[in-house]
């Protein structure tokens, strides 16, 4: 049986939706075609057939629930989403500038800092070596144990170990 041909589908509807929300859609579209190419080596005709209308639904639900968020202003668009995000990053900063207290501090251990909390929480932060490496004084201590924060699930995550090694080098100041 010779594999059917997958035509991309979507990415005529995304350049609209790009223009008018600034939402990145050609990039979802480009995916989803490409995911029908890959799928088109393993799957015959006929349900390749459904699976692509099913695509087609899938894709129009999720426009028109863009369309629907960003007329009700309830969609964050570009500028609201970097606006709440300095707003996040604001609190956050304020939270750990609280926890470290009048130890010394640096800009740049600073700002490592509140990216870790950011990204593991308040909570887990304040309880962490880390802080407390760092609230005694002990510097080298502290920006070594930022590589014990590279887990999600008890599994090891590169993405994380990247993230934790510049958060690290930020630390030391070397960033």
Do not use: C
């Not at 008018?20 to 005709?45: K, N, Q």
């Not at 639900?61 to 009700?72: D, G, K, M, S």
């Not at 309880?127 to 002990?138: I, P």
């Amino acid at each position: 049986m010779k594999p059917a041909i997958a035509v991309p589908l979507a990415p005529t509807i995304g350049p609209a939706i790009v223009t008018a929300f600034g939402i990145d859609i050609p990039v979802l579209a480009l995916a989803l075609s490409m995911l029908a190419l890959l799928l088109a080596r393993y799957i015959s005709p006929p349900s390749l057939e459904r699976m692509t209308r099913e695509q087609e639904w899938a894709l129009t639900a999720l426009l028109v629930l863009i369309l629907f968020l960003a007329v009700t202003d309830q969609l964050p668009l570009v500028g609201q989403a970097d606006q709440r995000f300095a707003e996040d990053i604001a609190a956050f900063g304020d939270s750990v500038s609280a926890l470290i207290g009048s130890a010394s501090t640096t800009q740049s251990q600073f700002d490592a800092m509140v990216s870790l909390a950011y990204n593991v929480g308040l909570g887990k932060f304040g309880g962490s070596t880390l802080l407390k490496m760092h609230k005694a004084g002990d510097h080298d201590g502290a920006a070594a144990q930022f590589a014990r924060w590279d887990k999600a699930n008890g599994k090891v995550m590169a993405g994380l170990t990247r993230r934790r090694e510049a958060e690290a080098k930020m630390y030391r100041g070397q960033a």
